[in-house]
Nanobody, 122 residues
Framework: QVQLVESGGGLVQPGGSLRLSCAAS????????MGWYRQAPGKQRELAAA???????NYADSVKGRFTISTDNAKNTVYLQMNSLKPEDTAVYYC????????????????WGQGTQVTVSS
């Protein structure tokens, strides 16, 4: 089993910043990608940012230039630095990871954290 635990959400004013963290633990042989998804009320869950084990990144157009994803591979932790936050960034943010639990298993991507609320409001 793999556990993902997020932290760092909260209430922030427009233009402010927040940093989310997500630590993966459990039966981890290797991780090939980690990412942050978000779901606003009444909307579908969408990718905000992702990063591969090699360091390649992918961002939603709506967050490019404002959000930065990074990892500490030694700690199996992914971060999301969010700057210049807007009210439309308000959502529950979920961490996701592609994890292999043994040398011979395949990567499984159905690993999710419990979510952390980010609210951008004055």
């Amino acid at each position: 089993q793999v556990q993902l635990v997020e932290s760092g959400g909260g209430l922030v004013q427009p233009g402010g910043s927040l940093r989310l963290s997500c630590a993966a633990s459990g039966s981890i042989f290797s991780i090939n990608a980690m990412g942050w998804y978000r779901q606003a009320p009444g909307k579908q869950r969408e990718l905000a940012a992702a990063i591969s084990s090699g360091g390649s990144t992918n961002y939603a157009d709506s967050v490019k230039g404002r959000f930065t994803i990074s990892t500490d591979n030694a700690k199996n932790t992914v971060y999301l630095q969010m700057n210049s936050l807007k009210p439309e960034d308000t959502a529950v943010y979920y961490c996701n990871a592609g994890v292999k639990t043994s040398r011979t298993s395949r990567y499984e991507y159905d690993n999710w954290g419990q979510g952390t609320q980010v609210t951008v409001s004055s």
